[in-house]
């Protein structure tokens, strides 16, 4: 994660693509449980999201737009 004074710089991009060519060395998948604000910038980074779960946070007083957790995945070029 990025704190959130520093979002919206491309940290999370440049740290994504960053694990990537990590993962990439070893042929494997990433899987990435992403929050409602940084589904896009995973899906622009290579991961397809294939699924998702409500942790309905708005039973603890949370907020329901970011209640959805996004299951994304990644496969290694040529894997």
């Given at each position: 994660m990025v704190h959130p004074d520093f979002q919206k710089r491309r940290l999370g991009s440049v740290l994504t693509k960053h694990c990537n060519s990590i993962s990439d060395k070893t042929g494997g998948k990433t899987f990435v449980p992403a929050r409602p604000?940084?589904?896009?910038?995973?899906n622009d980074n290579g991961f397809v999201t294939?699924?998702?779960h409500d942790s309905h946070l708005e039973r603890f007083g949370g907020p329901r737009d970011k209640s959805i957790t996004f299951i994304t995945i990644r496969d290694a070029p040529g894997s």
């Open positions: 604000t940084s589904i896009k910038m995973f294939v699924g998702e």
